[in-house]
C-alpha cells in the first residue's frame, strides 16, 4: 500500500469516527457547550477541523475554491448536529477526493503552502494534519462523555 492509500483510508476512517461522535451527542446544547478548564466545544472543534483540511488538503492540494474563515471556526456558536454533519460530509468528499487525486510523486514533493515557518514535504504535513484530526478528535470523545453528566 503506498503513502497516498494510507493516507487515503485514515482519514475516511477517522472522519467517519468523527461524524459518528457528533451523531452520538444527544442533545444540540451539548454540543455547545464548554466545561471548566476546556477552551472549546465540540461544535467548534468539529468546524475548526473540518475548515482545517477543506484548506489544507482541499483548497492547497486540490484547487476545491474553498475559503477557510479559521475566526469563525472558533467564534461560531450554536450550529445544529444537521449542519455539523453536514460539514463533515463535505469534508470527506473534498478529502478523499483531493488524496485520490493525488499522485505518490505529489505527496514526496514540498507542500506548495508553508505552514511552519518552513518548508516540508507533503506526505510529512499531510501525516501531520491525520494526527491534528485524531487530537481534536479525541477532545470531542472526552467532551462528549463529560456532557452526558450534566
Not at 484548506?55 to 445544529?80: C, D, M, P, Q, W
Request: proline content about 1%; some cysteine; aromatic content about 8%.
Amino acid at each position: 500500500m503506498t503513502t497516498r492509500e494510507t493516507l487515503v483510508k485514515l482519514f475516511a476512517r477517522d472522519l467517519a469516527r468523527l461524524e459518528k461522535e457528533i451523531k452520538e451527542y444527544t442533545s444540540h446544547e451539548s454540543l455547545w457547550l464548554i466545561g471548566k478548564g476546556i477552551n472549546n466545544s465540540s461544535g467548534n472543534l468539529c468546524l475548526h477541523l473540518c475548515g482545517n483540511l477543506q484548506h489544507y488538503i482541499g483548497a492547497v492540494l486540490g484547487n476545491s475554491g474553498y475559503k477557510r474563515n479559521r475566526e469563525a471556526e472558533f467564534s461560531t456558536k450554536g450550529l445544529s448536529k444537521d449542519n455539523l454533519l453536514l460539514e463533515i460530509e463535505k469534508t470527506k468528499e473534498s478529502v478523499i477526493s483531493t488524496l485520490n487525486k493525488l499522485s505518490e510523486e505529489k505527496v514526496d514533493t514540498v507542500y506548495p503552502e508553508e505552514v511552519f515557518n518552513e518548508p516540508m514535504q507533503t506526505g510529512y504535513f499531510l501525516i501531520h494534519l491525520q494526527g491534528h484530526l485524531n487530537y481534536h478528535l479525541g477532545q470531542i470523545n472526552y467532551n462528549r462523555r463529560l456532557s452526558q453528566f450534566g
